[in-house]
């Protein structure tokens, strides 16, 4: 009898966290190897659990909403899309686009300014962080840190 399920899949696996390689010098970066030691670092602090809390609970909304979603006829689905097309040219009509905003994310450069100025700073303070704080969760997945 076969079955769909894993065998013995390990709680790390389950563990669902934000991970990018995209950053320069993260390509060859194990995602599999950051999972797990993120999941080690933190399973036991208060954040982690509370965040387990606000997963299960946006589980339980999300199987609410396929409930509704089921109950949902074509003559509510192409009433709502109306008002909703309604609601979109209300909001288009009213917009102000003589004003533009512009956002510029600087921590990495002030950091490389420091880095060049001063060279004997380049990862100390993730590792002074991390001696001084070991229920810290790591901030990068370079060995240095």
């Known amino acids: 009898m076969a079955t769909d399920a894993p065998a013995c899949k390990p709680s790390w696996a389950d563990y669902q966290t934000v991970f990018t390689n995209a950053k320069a010098g993260m390509e060859g970066v194990d995602k599999a190897h950051v999972q797990r030691v993120v999941y080690e670092m933190s399973k036991d602090s208060a954040h982690f659990k509370n965040e387990q809390r606000k997963q299960a609970q946006t589980e339980l909304k999300i199987a609410r909403m396929k409930e509704k979603a089921a109950q949902l006829t074509p003559q509510a689905l192409e009433a709502s899309g109306r008002a909703m097309d309604l609601k979109v040219a209300e909001l288009e009509s009213g917009r102000d ?49």
Not at 121 to 136: E, T
Request: glycine fraction near 2%; charge should be negative.
């Open 97 to 145: 686009l003589s004003r533009t905003w512009l956002v510029v994310d600087m921590d990495a450069f002030f950091a490389a300014v420091e880095e060049r100025d001063n060279p004997g700073m380049i990862w100390r303070a993730l590792r002074h962080a991390r001696l001084h704080c070991p229920q810290a969760v790591p901030a990068t997945a370079l060995p240095e840190a």
